[in-house]
Each structure stands twice: as C-alpha cells, then as structure tokens.
Nanobody
Framework: QVQLVESGGGLVQAGGSLRLSCAAS????????MGWFRQAPGRERELVAA????????YSADSVKGRFTISRDNAKNTLYLQMNSLKPEDTGVYYC??????????????????WGQGTQVTVSS
C-alpha cells in the first residue's frame, strides 16, 4: 500500500522558516516527478513546487520563487520543501504528490497519481 506522509508543518511568525518532509512507502518513487501543493481556506489547491525524478529540473510558482526550495533524496524515498521568508499568505495545508512518469515538470503534476494527507502551515503576521 502506497503512503505519502508529510511532516514539518506548524505555526511560525512571518519571516520565519519551516522545512517540510514527505516520506514515501509502499513503493519506490525515485523515477517519478514529485511536487508540493497547498490549499488555503476558501481557495483551490495550487501547485507550489515540483521536481523531476533526477532532481535536475525544478519548478516553483511565482509566488514562492526565491523563498521556497524543493529537493529530494531518492535513496530515502523522501521529498522536501524548504520554506524561508514565510508570509501570512503562505498559510494553508501542504500536500505532497507523485506526478506522472516520463513527463516534465510542472506538466507531470497536472493529475497526480498519489497524494499525502497534508500538513498544516500557519504563518502569523
């Protein structure tokens, strides 16, 4: 059974940092693109960042460029999101997801095959 388990969320003041992790189990995703989505209250889920299976290509939404960094450790089957200079508008539930194989990012994340349960990130002003 495939599981994606996010961790690292919490409450932080504006300007602070958090590092999210997503541990995958049940199968190896070292050859799949992966990404992070977020959903703020009353808003649609949006793609925040994505990374190709090799780590050689990444995508970041304009709203987080220069502040968030996505990375992965295929040996550990784990995805990360380093979030710096956090803003109140970054508040939401963050989900990791597995994208479609053999597609480039961000297109590979249009219809993810697997989702985590989400971790709450709250940024206070």
């Amino acid at each position: 059974q495939v599981q994606l388990v996010e961790s690292g969320g919490g409450l932080v003041q504006a300007g602070g940092s958090l590092r999210l992790s997503c541990a995958a189990s049940g199968r190896t995703f070292s050859t799949y693109p992966m990404g992070w989505f977020r959903q703020a209250p009353g808003r649609e889920r949006e793609l925040v960042a994505a990374i190709y299976w090799s780590g050689g290509s990444t995508y970041s939404a304009d709203s987080v460029k220069g502040r968030f960094t996505i990375s992965r450790d295929n040996a550990k089957n784990t995805l990360y999101l380093q979030m710096n200079s956090l803003k109140p508008e970054d508040t939401g539930v963050y989900y990791c997801a597995v994208g479609r194989r053999r597609l480039a990012v961000p297109r590979a994340m249009n219809s993810p095959d697997y989702w985590g349960q989400g971790t709450q990130v709250t940024v206070s002003s």
